[in-house]
T-cell receptor, first 111, second 114 residues
Framework: KAGVTQTPRYLIKTRGQQVTLSCSPI?????VSWYQQTPGQGLQFLFE???????NKGNFPGRFSGRQFSNSRSEMNVSTLELGDSALYLC??????????FGEGSRLTVL | AQSVTQLDSQVPVFEEAPVELRCNYS??????LFWYVQYPNQGLQLLLK??????LVKGINGFEAEFNKSQTSFHLRKPSVHISDTAEYFC????????????FGAGTTVTVRA
């Protein structure tokens, strides 16, 4: 069974740009969550989607948004990038109320 | 809200020695507990989880953890480490019902030396 796939793995953007990250969950998993990992703040919850609906949202500004498609694939978008948005963005999928399976992450560098 | 405190930020250990990583949590509701490992440039891999039942939980790669409700702790142990266990380890907590987001500790970096 294929794991959680995140694309791109690495990307570099400049301040003010926007970025879209993609996540393909494990087949059959309808819940997709996103986490931000930075050296200073650690692992922080961004949001969770289930059946195309945002079910939970972390404490991030409105520049961070996401969506989920009918095939459970998810994207997250960050607009007006700031230097502090440089991070590893991790996607995780699960069946309802099950354990989270994480992808390898998308490493974003903002210059 | 739930919170997790990992009491050691770095743990150096010699190969074949035992290791214990300490984790305390705080929550006003019933929770599930997890330990994840992260190798360099990779995502998180689940080591083990406590959902209910026996308080001693065995996971992959020879790791085990003990849930102590009275002390609100979930310490991770391995009796004999290998060089390949060098990684960062995260303790995490999640509400048992309703909210599926994980709250993570700050992580413990384990460095195994020959």
């Amino acid at each position: 069974k294929a794991g959680v796939t995140q694309t791109p793995r690495y990307l570099i953007k400049t301040r003010g740009q926007q970025v879209t990250l993609s996540c393909s969950p494990i087949s059959g998993h309808r819940s997709v969550s996103w986490y931000q990992q930075t050296p200073g703040q650690g692992l922080q919850f961004l949001f969770e989607y289930f059946s195309e609906t945002q079910r939970n949202k972390g404490n991030f500004p409105g520049r961070f948004s996401g969506r989920q498609f009918s095939n459970s694939r998810s994207e997250m978008n960050v607009s007006t990038l700031e230097l502090g948005d440089s991070a590893l963005y991790l996607c995780a999928s699960s069946v309802e109320a099950g354990e989270l399976f994480f992808g390898e992450g998308s490493r974003l560098t903002v210059l | 809200a739930q919170s997790v405190t990992q009491l050691d930020s770095q743990v150096p250990v010699f190969e074949e020695a035992p290791v214990e990583l300490r984790c305390n949590y705080s929550s006003s509701v019933s929770v599930y507990l997890f330990w994840y490992v992260q190798y360099p440039n990779q995502g998180l891999q689940l080591l083990l989880k406590y959902l209910s039942g026996s308080t001693l939980v065995k996971g992959i790669n020879g790791f085990e953890a003990e849930f102590n409700k009275s002390q609100t702790s979930f310490h991770l142990r391995k009796p004999s480490v290998h060089i390949s266990d060098t990684a960062e380890y995260f303790c995490a907590v999640r509400r048992r019902y309703g909210d599926y987001k994980l709250s993570f500790g700050a992580g413990t970096t384990v460095t195994v030396r020959a």
